[in-house]
């Protein structure tokens, strides 16, 4: 595993993202219609199911869902209406917004995620860890972001 530190608060870990302290909340972008058919949500589907509660939640886009699994959270962070759609930069950090706040209210410090929004749906890393950044530099959660 090879570690680089960017923010002190935030280090890349070259290795997978579920291999990730199991204290750690997991977050990953998805659509309205939590379809998660490609990409890791496929991973995120298989191992903490829930599409149903997710579903149940009707979160929009700008919004986050949230299971909870095994003492921590996972988050969803809704970034477009349909799976076939592709996210824009203003509900990504929106999501992050309120997936921050849920962090705030709920005592979550740490958060594992892969390069968010930079796979199938083609956001730039350089912008999104910038938002990442700015979303979440005034707080105390420690972010880790995985990459294969």
């Known amino acids: ?3 680089q530190k960017e923010a002190e608060w935030i280090t890349y870990v070259k290795g997978d993202l579920f291999a990730c302290p199991k ?3 997991l977050v990953h972008c998805i659509s309205e219609d939590c379809r998660m058919g490609a990409g890791i949500a496929v991973l995120f589907k298989k191992k903490f199911g829930g599409v149903q509660e997710l579903l149940n939640q009707q979160k929009k886009s700008g919004e986050v869902a949230v299971l909870k699994r095994d003492g921590r959270y996972i988050y969803y962070l809704i970034t477009k209406k349909r799976a076939s759609h592709k996210p824009t930069y203003e509900n990504l950090r929106k999501s992050l917004e309120a997936t921050k706040s849920h962090c705030l209210r709920n005592g979550v410090t740490e ?5 968010i929004g930079c796979g199938l749906d083609r956001l730039q890393w350089e912008n999104v860890s910038a938002i990442i950044e700015e979303v979440f530099e005034a707080t105390d959660i420690r ?6």
Request: aromatic share 6%; hydrophobic share 40%.
């Open 1 to 3: 595993m090879k570690i």
């Open 23 to 25: 204290t750690d909340s």
């Open 111 to 115: 958060l594992s995620m892969p390069r």
């Open 143 to 148: 972010i880790t972001v995985y990459t294969l």
